[in-house]
């Protein structure tokens, strides 16, 4: 074999024992978190159809799928679509595998449903720092629950987590589509056109209202959409209190139907005993916040931390995605976290390594009885060849992240010392 | 969209929250077991290069890798080879990727590295009853260890973690490569045709040695082979003791390297006090194993267990397989357990999903203050609407998994009840 280039696959990643350990302990503590809500692990496989990760779910990311060549291909005809040659394809995300785990497995699941997903997904971005083609998501999802108590649901055990793992301070900002759709309705914006518009107005804050109606006349919009929008929205303040904008926005939206903003109520109270029982919450109602998939049918919500320029967790109610695969509507809300970004955040201690026995050329089964005794007392215990500068070694089983240290004499462990960084 | 199966891709499968809770809690409970003894997880990406995963290494996989379309293809010219529009594949076992990083990480990795493996592979296997096409795989190595401490440690660290699955009674075959050339040698076989011979052999327990004579011949080996063999071999009771089978062979095959056989009492030494200390294990001297893969070098090892057709666990020595990827030789040994296999075997508990608080319509912040008192004793708590009939909903939850369950009154979770079939 001509020697490889040894390197993982362009985009993805080798994980070494202490990063692993970090990944599975930051697993470990959300779904252990989760559990104490009632959420369950549910899992996919990493193949789908083809013809289901190209229907439409999928937005922007069905541009980046991985296609997998169909088995037993005999020599291709000119001309032929490369993409006809592929059956299947690795996912995505883990929201399109849902909906199918969902249609598929629906006699078997209890209502509401709370399901867990933690896993890997692949798209061929083009890699960049901290961008990657295969990366671990993390989706929560209450399937069943038509009420907002899912969305004070998912906040609470989603914050909770989150502050368990250690990572704070989190900013929640809170919106509804049927909300947005309202404001685009009341100043004339017919539906199509509704992303558009948000995605102009949600630049107020940098390009102020007379960049808004700057941006809106290139995008065709009519004129009189820039002053609407102003005098709809121009005298919130973006440091208003939510029952404030709450109020504000009953009396603008006069057609507005009275639950959107009653549900807004209830996840707010939710979001305001939240902030006074975890550490570092806050939250508020940000009108600017669209989020970027076409699914989204009612509230949606992102979590910020400073030191992440993209929110760290985001979701949303999606009550009519599950027809697309079962021919009926069932009531649906997310949230999916930001599962890499978490990692970093989190909080993690490192594992105790345990006692590194040191050995000679003794018989094998003299070593492991020694380690088998040490092991008896409770810590794990690594086999470790003596090396001929005893210093140099001992400082690099402490690098290594062992904090103890035997030796093997007359065929038994000896004292269990202390490691520590010897003076150099 | 069109309407689609639902069902996950041919071969694949969906876990359910109590299957990925089950298989879960194995994971956890080989990782911890492992980590006892050092092991430390690693992880490598599901996609590997094409060239890579079809050099060579993985014998008869490697027909049944899941390739994947080389990314912005045009249309194909006439007569193009299908696999030459891919580029990267699905790996289909832990080996070939264990090698290539540790050829990337050498640097920083500890000698002797002791690597744990658990993830999924993929193979385009004609689905069958307990075969998949994805499917996990569970992977122990110990690299840069050329004494039979590493076959002793392996066969130590297995045996307790099997054994504290609850797996048992466990009959562990050793065997040698060395010996089994020893043996052809001695037998006039070529060393190209000695995987041949052996699989020929493997059969005297079932079709005796005329049946062996008979097919020895068919394969056109010279007729004094069967003779030959069956005076070498055929005076061996299948049920001798490891002992009597090595002090044969010293006298049968004076030509034999003597470590081979000193090793190979070490590892029964081992073996013997495993057997003393673990319950239900057994051992013995098996020279009619041979198994599959071209690489091992020196000891090979099977597990099996009495529900189990095909071995449940395997491995063995294979110090030349890195230095494709290397250059330079480094010792390994290893182990691979059929994980779907053990998930079936082993004894999990199952978790306790705690209680279910029986709610209405009362206001969601009313519901959620209730459950968060309720958890604050210790308990995972499910939110679950009431449902018309009681008696049949406690039936359910209970057959769910829950085992307690309470009920919101007057906004506030009354006492926590028991929960258990209700005579029908």
């Not at 020599?75 to 394809?89: K, N, R």
């Not at 508020?284 to 916040?289: M, R, Y």
Request: hydrophobic share 40%; with cysteine; net charge negative.
């Amino acid at each position: 074999m001509a020697k490889l280039d040894n390197g993982p696959a362009r985009g993805t990643r080798d994980f070494l024992p202490a990063e692993v350990a970090r990944r599975e302990a930051v697993i470990a503590a959300i779904a252990s978190s989760y559990a104490r809500f009632g959420f369950r692990r549910i899992e996919t496989p990493a193949i789908e159809s083809l013809e289901r990760l190209t229907s439409g779910q999928g937005g922007e990311n069905e541009k980046l799928i991985y296609k997998i060549l169909r088995r037993g291909l005999e020599a291709v005809e000119a001309g032929t679509d490369p993409d006809s040659l592929c059956d299947l394809a690795l996912r995505y995300d883990l929201t399109v595998p849902l909906t199918r785990f969902y249609a598929n497995n629906q006699g078997r699941l209890a209502m509401p449903f709370r399901a867990l997903q933690i896993g890997p997904v692949w798209r061929a971005e083009r890699p960049a720092r901290g961008r990657y083609r295969q990366f671990t998501q993390c989706d929560i999802d209450i399937l069943g629950e038509p009420s907002v108590l899912a969305e004070c649901e998912l906040m609470e055990a989603s914050l909770t987590t989150l502050v368990a793992l250690g990572i704070g301070p989190l900013a929640v900002r809170l919106n509804d589509r049927r909300l947005l759709r309202a404001i685009a309705e009341e100043n004339g914006v017919p539906e199509e056109r509704t992303a558009s518009y948000f995605v102009t107005l949600d630049k107020v804050d940098k390009i102020g209202w007379a960049g808004v109606a700057a941006e809106l006349a290139e995008k065709g919009f009519p004129a009189e959409l820039a002053l609407a929008s102003e005098r709809l929205l121009g005298s919130l303040s973006p440091t208003a209190a939510a029952a404030e904008v709450l109020s504000y926005l009953a009396g603008a939206l006069p057609s507005l139907d009275e639950s959107v903003l009653a549900d807004l109520e209830e996840t707010t109270r939710t979001l305001e005993r939240l902030s006074s029982s975890l550490r570092g919450i806050s939250y508020e109602i940000d009108l600017t916040i669209v989020r970027g998939m076409g699914y989204y049918t009612g509230q949606i919500f992102e979590i910020a931390h400073p030191e992440s320029a993209n929110s760290i967790a985001g979701g949303g109610r999606y009550d009519d995605l599950l027809a697309r695969s079962l021919g009926q509507s069932v009531p649906a809300c997310g949230f999916s976290i930001g599962f890499e970004r978490v990692v970093d955040l989190a909080e993690v201690e490192q594992a105790d390594l345990g006692v590194a026995l040191l050995h000679g050329n003794e018989p094998p089964d003299v070593i492991l009885v020694a380690a088998a005794a040490l092991r008896q007392r409770g810590r794990p215990v690594a086999l470790v060849p003596r090396r001929k500068s005893l210093g140099r070694q001992l400082d690099s089983l402490y690098d290594e992240g062992y904090r103890a240290f035997a030796t093997l004499e007359d065929g038994t462990a000896g004292e269990v010392r202390p490691l520590s960084r010897q003076p150099s």
